[in-house]
Structure formats: C-alpha cells, structure tokens
C-alpha cells in the first residue's frame, strides 16, 4: 500500500495564534526586555509518565520557541524529591517529549544539578537574617500558619539567630538528623494576607537515596524555592505554570528577589487541561495502573501520551488539539469530543481505507463460477483525499460479511441485506439474499445468495437503485485478526468531582476507579481483515470501511499477532444526542429503547447512543434523496441546521446537472461540510458565518471541476469563513489555482523522483503501489497545488 507520507502542512500553516501570552511575549520582545531574548522550559517532575494535559504544556512552551525568532525552550527535570522520583520516568518523559515533535536541542537540565548552588543561596539567606531553622513538628507549623482570615503567629525559632541557623542549616546538610526534625523556612511575615508568604518552608529533611544524586544530599528544596532558581539559573525569560500556581508567584518573585540572582524571570499563569470522562493526575493515572484497572501507563485507554501514541493517535492530532484548546486563564472542562473530532479529522485525510469484518457472517453465492477468483482494483483513499494509491481484493464464491449488516427483521431505515434484498459489496458486485441457513438453535449461520454477474463495480447493468453498499471478504483469503475496540475510560463526565461527592455522602472513600466504564474495552475474537494488510508497514493506521480508525497494537507485533486497536470511531454521534439527552429526559429512554433495537448502529458508533427516530427518519431521507453513505448521512442528520445547509448548497451548486437524482455533487459537498466547515467554523453558528451555503457550493465545484485542488480549497474556505466574499475571486487572490500544466508540473516530478531513488528503484521492481508516495511528495511540493490526476499521469510515464 502507499507508505504514510504524512500530507499534512506543518504547524506554520495554521493560523497564526495570538493568545495572551504571546501577546505578552510579544510586547516584551518589542520593548526588548530580556535583551530581546525568549527562553521557556517545560518541566516536569519524573514522577511518571505524561497526559495530555503535560502535552497541552509542551505545545504551548515549544510551540512559543518555535515561533519566536531565537527563543529556544529547556527540557528540565524538577526532581527535588527523592521519593517518588526514579530514571525510568525521566526516559519516558524525553521519548514522549520528541514523539509530540519537539526537540530541546542542548538544553536538558536537571535541578538535582543545581542543589549545591541553592544551598549555597539559602546559606545567603540565613545569614542576611531571612531563613531560619525551626524545630517545630509539620503540625505545629500549620497550626501557626494561621487561617484565611486570622493571621500566623512566630513560632519560638522564628529569632533563632543567624549563626545558630546557619551551624543547624550545616548540620541537616551533614545528615546529623532524623527526618522532620528540622526544617528551613524563609522568614517574610506572619500576617501576611497570601497564607503561602507567611515563612514557607524552603528545605526539609529526607534521608533518602535520591535517583541522580544518590546519597550526597539529605536536604531536599521544597518547590517554591526550587523552582524559581531552576528558572533564574538558566536565563528562563517567561516561566509558564498552570493557575493554581497563581499564588505561588509572590513567593516565587520573593525568593528571585532575595536570593539576589542576576536573571529575574517571570511566571504567567494560564489554565490547566481537563478533559471529559479522564482524570489528569500522574498520581490518580498510577493508582488505576497499580491496581490493574489499566494495562499500564501505555494502555490505549489511558489519557497519557505513551497510551495514545499506543492507541495509534498521531503527534499532529495532539498538537491540532491543543491548539484548538488553546491558551486561557478561566479554567474549564474540554468535551472529549473534541480531541475525538481533531483525531478522526486527522486520520481522515490519510489513512488509507481497507475493509475488515468483525463478526463474521458466512455468504455463499450459488450462481458464482466455481473456483473463480476476481481480483478486484480498489483505491486506498476517497476522491476528496488528496492521496493515491490502490490494492486488489480477491472477490470469491463464498465470503464473509459483518453479521450486523444483515436482518432478518429490519427496523426501518435499514439499508442493508435483508431476505430477498439486494445490497452492494464494495468495489464488488451486487449480491441479492436468496435463503438464510440458520443452525439447530435458531441463530443465522449463512446466507445463500444470488451475484449479478454483470455488476462488477457496483453498478447494475439495468440502472436499478440498490441502496445499501457494505464491506466484505473473501472467505479463503480474509486474515483472522483480533480487534480491541476502545471507549472512554470512565462512565462520568468529571470523575474526580463524582469522586469527591461520593465521598462526601457515603462519608469514607471513594475513589475515580468506583466510576471506571466497565464497557471501556470489547477484545473482539475472530474478527477478520482483508489480506493486504499483510504487505503493509506494521505502523499503517487505517480506516476500516464503515467500522472506524485502526492501526496493529504496537504492544503485540513482534510475536507476529495480528491485533488491531480501534484509534478512533467514525463520527461523533455521542456528542449532540449527550446535549439532546440534557434537556429532555424522555428522548433519553427512546434513545435507549431504539439503541437496543438496533445494534448495527450501535457497533459502528462505538457504544454511543443510537439516533432517535426522528433523526433515523431524516437519515434514510437524506440517503435517499442525495445518494450519500449513511454515516455522512447520520451526521448531517443530526443538527437540522446543518441538514439545511447541506441542502441549500445541493440547491445552489452552479453548474446545472441531469435531474435524475441522486446528484452527483451531493457526495462531496456532504464531506466539506462534514470534514472541512466545522474547523473553521468555530465556535460560531452556521448562520453567523460570513459565507452561505452558495459560497461553498461554489468553492466545492471549483475543486470538483479541477480548478483548484482540495488543499487550495482548504485555505479558501478558511479565508471564506473568516472575511466572506466570492469564492472564484478568493482562490485568484490567494493564487491557489491548480496547476494542469504539464510544462509546469513536470519539473517537479523529476525532483521529486531524483530525490528518492531507493523507492523509484522499488516501484520499477513492482512495489506500483508506491505511487501514492510519489503523489504525496508531488503534492506536497507543489503546495497542494498540483492537479492530482496529471501528477498521476506524469508520475507514471515518468516512472516507465
Ligand atoms: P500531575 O498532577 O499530573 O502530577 P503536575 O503538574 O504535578 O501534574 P509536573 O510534572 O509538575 O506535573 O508538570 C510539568 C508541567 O506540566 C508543569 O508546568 C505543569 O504546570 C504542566 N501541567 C501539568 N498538568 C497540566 C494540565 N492538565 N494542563 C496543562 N498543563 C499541565
Ligand atoms: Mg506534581
């Protein structure tokens, strides 16, 4: 098949961000502050591994160095407590760090590295008499801490002087004590309105082996005081933190102040990631791994990076996400729905698309000539992507479709096979269900169906509708192949917050694991998958026609097992039916109800609620009537608005076609609306956008008709949703016509194969489907300017 060439345009072409601390950044570089120089660091403790929300950190900080001209930003380790830390989390934090895309260059640090240097700082301290050593017990500090509204109260040591301090500082050092007997604090003020200003503790004693520096220390920094230094010691202009650090900056700026170091860095605080149905917690996430909830820190159901990556989600989609999330200062829950949106969108425009059956139904076709095996051509990629490249599946007398494409008794709106039905095969025949072999226990066990011969392609020789098309195998050459089909790890949106409630009620312990989703993993057996795959690079993700996003489980390719995570569903029918449910709790049971009736729909909507019959009804209406598939149907189904627009853009298509229904142009525009509109509509309705469905009608046909190429139509239509105006001009303005000139196109090919000799060498030797390859390099090359069909064209005469 064609290898992952990766079609998406780097992060440059996203627009460009402008939240408030690149603002602020960019002010500073403006004034020249910091001498003009941008320095952030990402620094995690190696206390495990990192989630999506240390991911929404390291995009934010090494996305800043990216941008600015000169900045760089540090990879350091916060490991100032011996007790949780260990090497094997630094590793894995670093692994994790470059597979999201970024590289820290020569700047990783460690603070263990600077411990001598702050003892140093805090033996400064003592001696211009702010730090003391205090005796007291951890409990008899916080009682003297004071409250919100009453203040502190000097402990005994609190006068203790400077060279007392400094002899007991020494001698903790020295390891002369027993953990807590002493501690270090900083001597501010015990009024002070801010509780964490009021003499907080700078060092505490641990006898503990630490994991880079072993035994050489027994004083530990405490992390305000830590922190603060690591950032002044490296030149850190803009120290980002997450808010609930807002008020550890007073002290964080007390003890730059104070300590007298030459750099001043400062904090800025912006929101933390929350995300639906997880928890965000290195310690929570260890708990479930401890307790064998999860298959450890990489299970693909697990928020952090190494069980995305294991789940087969890409670095871009993570990136895309957190920069759709973006940078804020009101912390918020984000809808897990959005991270399945930017990963299914991701997916989308490159995965190529191969067929899989998960719960095997035998089909014999009585009329197929006996021992005939019809080698069936069949493109990896639907026309509005813009990838090529195709495999043959061998077409037979017996087959296997999914069992859930089959009933006996269809609920309506059902478009499959059913008794003395026709349906389509993809890329195949048209089949028609002649008898239903069942067993001793009523269960259908085969399908004895008729092929017409003459439909090779799918399309009836006599013109006739058939309505349905679903996927199926070859019985003698399918590849049996475990799936594992994923969903979300808790069965409540904010299960912290279930937690805390639960425990608040029952008065004990409660925990996140009491709200796990006991259905958030279904290992599916003997599922089946076409025999392509078997050619492929192990790490090709796919889209398994009608069912959702795949790749083999990392965790299970060297004993040769051919295991399949789902990465991702279709579509997002949870989403919207969760916001009809909200408001309406009688839908709620009719969703349920119809959930049950029909669980077709369900398997290929993961465990997501079932459309109501309403939406099932306008579903079939829009099948019908536009011809396209039911999964772009159900989406658009969903939200009358959008059903509306999609309609008014059938209507406004500018170049009239045959009458004789099903439009042809309805497929695409479906899939812009579906793929392409949502991004750069926002958070806007439909109707606020400064286009209208006839804009985008006239873009789509501008693709179509080859004017422009879908990437060219891409920007245009961001430009569109953003300033409105007439899509022909747009594309002119932004100069993204299509090149269809040969003459022009040429030059470029030949780069593009002088440039990879290996693969052209390759292609000749029979390797054809690295045609997508080339196309994928041509494409990109040209800007995604090139006319596909004629860099196709050129690519193989070039090739020979
Ligand atoms: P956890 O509670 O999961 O242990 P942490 O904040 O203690 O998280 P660190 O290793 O100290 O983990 O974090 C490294 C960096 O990542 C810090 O700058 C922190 O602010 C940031 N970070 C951690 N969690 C999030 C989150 N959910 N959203 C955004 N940034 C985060
Ligand atoms: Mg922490």
Redesign the pocket.
């Known amino acids: 098949m064609a290898p992952a060439d990766d079609p998406v345009t780097e992060d440059s072409a996203r627009p460009s961000r402008n939240d408030f601390i690149r603002q602020i950044i960019r002010r500073d570089v403006a004034e020249g502050k910091h001498g003009g120089r941008v320095v952030t660091r990402?620094?995690?403790?190696p206390?495990?591994y990192l989630?999506i929300?240390?991911a929404?950190?390291i995009v934010l900080n090494f996305g800043i160095a990216r941008e600015f001209e000169g900045a760089r930003c540090h990879l350091r380790f916060?490991d100032t407590n011996p007790l949780t830390e260990d090497r094997k989390y630094v590793e894995a934090i670093q692994e994790d760090v470059r597979w999201l895309g970024y590289d820290w260059g020569e700047h990783l640090y460690f603070a263990s590295d600077y411990f001598e240097r702050m003892y140093d700082l805090a033996v400064g301290l003592i001696r211009d008499g702010l730090a003391y050593v205090d005796g007291q017990s951890e409990e008899e500090i916080r009682a003297g801490r004071g409250t919100v509204t009453e203040a502190g109260v000097a402990g005994p040591d609190r006068d203790r002087p400077p060279e007392e301090s400094l002899d007991l500082f020494r001698r903790m050092r020295d390891g002369e004590f027993a953990d807590g007997a002493y501690v270090l604090r900083a001597r501010i003020d015990m009024s002070l309105p801010n509780m964490l200003m009021r003499d907080p503790v700078l060092y505490r004693i641990l006898n503990a082996e630490h994991y880079r520096s072993g035994d050489r220390w027994c004083v530990y920094p405490l992390y305000d005081y830590a922190h603060s230094l690591e950032d002044a010691f490296e030149g850190v202009t803009h120290s980002?933190?997450?808010l609930e650090?807002e008020n550890n900056r007073e002290l964080y700026d007390w003890v730059v102040e104070n300590t007298g170091v030459e750099h001043r860095p400062r904090q800025y605080e912006f929101a933390?990631?929350?995300l639906d149905y997880t928890v965000?917690?290195?310690?929570k996430l260890l708990r479930l791994v401890q307790a064998g909830h999860v298959d450890g820190w990489d299970d693909p159901r697990m928020p952090t990076v190494a069980g995305l990556r294991r789940r087969g989600v890409t670095p871009e989609a993570i990136r895309t996400f957190c920069e759709m999330v973006g940078v804020a200062r009101a912390d918020a829950r984000v809808e897990l729905a959005k991270l399945e949106y930017t990963v299914r969108d991701d997916l989308n425009r490159k995965a190529p698309r191969v067929m899989a059956v998960l719960r095997p139904l035998r089909v014999v076709l009585t009329n197929w000539p006996e021992g005939k095996v019809d080698e069936l051509e069949a493109p990896y990629f639907p026309r509005d992507v813009p990838l090529e490249g195709s495999r043959t599946v061998p077409f037979s007398g017996e087959l296997f479709i999914d069992r859930e494409d089959f009933a006996e008794d269809p609920p309506s709106g059902f478009r499959r096979l059913v008794p003395q039905g026709e349906v389509r095969l993809r890329y195949g025949y048209i089949i028609r269900c002649e008898e239903v072999v069942k067993d001793e226990a009523g269960e259908v066990e085969e399908l004895r169906c008729s092929v017409d011969l003459e439909s090779r392609g799918g399309t009836a020789p006599d013109g006739r509708k058939v309505k349905g098309t679903i996927q199926w195998l070859s019985a003698a050459q399918a590849l049996p192949c475990e799936v594992r089909l994923y969903d979300r790890l808790f069965s409540v949106p904010d299960p912290d917050a279930a937690a805390a409630e639960a425990a608040d009620v029952e008065d004990g312990a409660a925990e996140v694991a009491d709200f796990l989703n006991p259905e958030s993993l279904t290992v599916v057996e003997g599922a089946l998958v076409e025999p392509s795959v078997a050619g492929d690079p192990e790490d090709t993700r796919y889209q398994f026609e009608r069912v959702g996003y795949f790749w083999r489980d990392p965790g299970s390719r060297a004993d040769g097992r051919l295991v399949f995570n789902r990465i991702e569903t279709l579509r997002d029918s949870w989403g919207k039916e969760k916001q009809k449910q909200d408001t309406d709790s009688s839908k709620r049971s009719e969703a349920k109800r119809s959930n049950e009736e029909d669980a077709s729909r369900k398997a290929s909507a993961g465990s997501h609620p079932a459309p109501t019959p309403g939406v099932r009804a306008r579903i079939s209406e829009l099948e019908d009537t536009f011809g396209i598939g039911s999964v772009e149907a159900e989406i658009l189904a969903r939200d009358p608005a959008v059903a509306a627009y999609f309609r008014a853009a059938v209507a406004a298509w500018p170049s009239p076609e045959s009458v004789d229904a099903p439009p042809a142009h309805a497929v695409p525009l479906a899939n812009w609306i579906i793929h392409e509109l949502p991004p750069v509509q926002g958070d806007r309705a439909l109707a606020d956008l400064p286009m209208g469905p006839e804009e985008l009608a006239g873009l789509v046909a501008l693709v179509e008709e080859g004017a422009v190429s879908s990437t060219g139509g891409g920007e245009a239509l961001a430009v569109l949703a953003r300033e409105g105006g007439e899509p022909r001009a747009v594309v002119e303005r932004l100069d993204l016509a299509q090149v269809s000139d040969p003459d022009a196109l040429l030059p470029l090919v030949r780069e593009v194969l002088a440039a990879h000799p290996g693969e052209v060498a390759a292609y000749r030797g029979g390797k054809r489907a690295l045609v997508g390859f080339f196309m994928g390099q041509v494409m990109r090359g040209s800007g995604g300017k090139a006319d596909p069909e004629l860099a196709r064209e050129l690519l193989q005469r070039e090739l020979g």
């Open positions: 990402f620094p995690p403790e206390n495990g989630h929300g240390h929404k950190s916060d980002l933190c997450t650090f933390r990631l929350n965000m917690s290195k310690r």
